[in-house]
């Protein structure tokens, strides 16, 4: 079974530090990783994923994430945080290996950046 | 690209009656998801479709909820009778979907359902 854990349900830091957004899986396989995130009354938007190749990836709005395979995560990052940055966010998997298409989400995370 | 577009965005509607969401996956797209987010439970997948068959449906909750997909651009997931556990934010999504792709699903800005 797949699964998705954001130990942490709410993340606070000071505008302009660096944040970090945690994330582990349980896959059998390969896992396929994502990242969204959602405004309120908005729905989820695509933030990065990874697939394979580098470990770090790079995604939309200056945010990266690093998949570890021996310690199964992959958690989300950005150097100087912005209060426009606040919002909920979600870590997502996929084993392409069992032939399905959807993705399994954690029950997210939600940051606020103080001013 | 217009992106997954969803209606009603809103609904407020008194228990027993029948509620139908409608959801346009973005063109080209060949898989379709329906999930359903509560404070209580995070974001659950309904059903999904690949090429306008239903694939997974196992999250259905009951007999109540019902989806269709008659075409490539058009699903629709019914509630019928409606409860009001059933109050909840709907998220129609869209992939185009190959064999061990890494594809990215797309949402759309979810239908916010009351149920009174």
């Known amino acids: 079974a797949q699964s998705v854990a954001q130990p942490e349900d709410q993340v606070n830091v000071a505008e302009g530090n660096p944040l970090t957004v945690k994330c582990t899986y349980s896959?059998?396989?390969?896992?396929?990783l994502f990242w969204y995130v959602q405004y309120p009354n908005r729905g989820l938007q695509f933030l990065l994923k990874?697939?394979?190749?580098?470990?770090l990836v790079k995604g939309s709005y200056g945010f990266e994430a690093e998949f570890n395979k021996s310690q199964t995560s992959f958690h989300l990052k950005k150097p100087s945080a912005l209060v426009s940055d606040s919002a909920l966010y979600f870590c997502?998997?996929?084993?392409?290996?069992?032939?399905?298409?959807?993705?399994?989400f954690g029950t997210g995370t939600r940051l606020t950046v103080i001013p | 690209d217009a992106g997954v577009i969803q209606s009603p965005r809103h609904e407020v509607t008194e228990m027993g009656q029948e509620v139908t969401l409608r959801c346009k996956p973005i063109s080209g797209h060949n898989s379709l998801f329906w999930y359903r987010q509560t404070m209580m439970r995070g974001l659950e997948l309904l059903i999904y479709?690949?090429?306008?068959?239903?694939?997974?449906d196992s999250g259905m909750p009951e007999d109540r909820f019902s989806a269709k997909m008659p075409n490539a651009s058009f699903s629709t997931l019914k509630i019928q009778p409606s409860e009001p556990r059933d109050s909840a934010v709907y998220f129609c999504a869209s992939s185009r979907t190959t064999v061990n792709s890494g594809n990215t699903i797309y949402f759309g800005e979810g239908s916010w359902l009351t149920v009174v």
């Open positions: 896959v059998s396989g390969n896992p396929y």
């Open positions: 479709f690949n090429n306008n068959v239903p694939i997974d």
């Open positions: 990874y697939i394979t190749g580098d470990n």
């Open positions: 997502a998997v996929r084993a392409p290996q069992t032939g399905a298409n959807n993705l399994f």
